[in-house]
T-cell receptor, first 114, second 115 residues
Framework: AQSVSQHNHHVILSEAASLELGCNYSYGGTVNLFWYVQYPGQHLQLLLKYFSGDPLVKGIKGFEAEFIKSKFSFNLRKPSVQWSDTAEYFCAVNAWGNFNKFYFGSGTKLNVKP | KAGVTQTPRYLIKTRGQQVTLSCSPISGHRSVSWYQQTPGQGLQFLFEYFSETQRNKGNFPGRFSGRQFSNSRSEMNVSTLELGDSALYLC??????????????FGPGTRLLVL
């Protein structure tokens, strides 16, 4: 069975600091990868996705993620966080051929201090 | 376009009862997936429906069931409720093809409390 690990459960940063959230998955086949964000009081929104091609993908609000196949990782990055980035971030993996069956990580709560 | 809508938004039930949750996907979306979100387990996949057929299933007991109607609306039913079923139930829809995966759009969820 697939699993997704997000090792940082809670991250606290000051504004303008750089962000990197880890995501590792366990599955040997072809995968589709996603990062979702849940702002306080709002529902899950897609931040970015990787299906194929350039392993460095750019999403909304200045976020990017890099797929490193050899490390089974899909880490999320942002060079300079803002207070409005305070949210919970979820990594999700879908095995190719599994249609819309997604495995989610446990989430990372990001708190950005103004 | 209107987003994914879920009703009701909040529910309180007692152990042993059953509950039905409803999800209306984004117009034109044919796939509906259901997830259970709890603080301890995170988001866990329940099942996916496409063209009124269950296409994928997670590892939940048979008390959890669902269906999809011809207009793509979906319902999820939980019978014989247990305290551990207290959770946020999320619905997600996607355009869906017969072969691939596409971006899922999530609804606000139904928060179920079992007493």
């Amino acid at each position: 069975a697939q699993s997704v690990s997000q090792h940082n459960h809670h991250v606290i940063l000051s504004e303008a600091a750089s962000l990197e959230l880890g995501c590792n998955y366990s599955y040997g086949g072809t995968v589709n990868l996603f990062w979702y964000v849940q702002y306080p009081g709002q529902h899950l929104q897609l931040l970015l996705k990787y299906f194929s091609g350039d392993p460095l993908v750019k999403g909304i609000k200045g976020f990017e993620a890099e797929f490193i196949k050899s490390k089974f990782s899909f880490n999320l990055r942002k060079p300079s966080v803002q207070w409005s980035d305070t949210a919970e971030y979820f990594c999700a993996v879908n095995a190719w051929g599994n249609f819309n069956k997604f495995y989610f990580g446990s989430g990372t709560k990001l708190n950005v201090k103004p | 376009k209107a987003g994914v809508t879920q009703t009701p938004r909040y529910l309180i039930k007692t152990r042993g009862q059953q509950v039905t949750l409803s999800c209306s996907p984004i117009s034109g979306h044919r796939s509906v997936s259901w997830y259970q979100q709890t603080p301890g387990q995170g988001l866990q996949f329940l099942f996916e429906y496409f063209s009124e057929t269950q296409r994928n299933k997670g590892n939940f007991p048979g008390r959890f069931s669902g269906r999809q109607f011809s207009n793509s609306r979906s319902e999820m039913n939980v019978s014989t409720l247990e305290l551990g079923d207290s959770a946020l139930y999320l619905c997600a829809s996607s355009l869906a093809s017969t072969s691939g995966v596409e971006t899922q759009y999530f609804g606000p969820g139904t928060r179920l409390l079992v007493l």
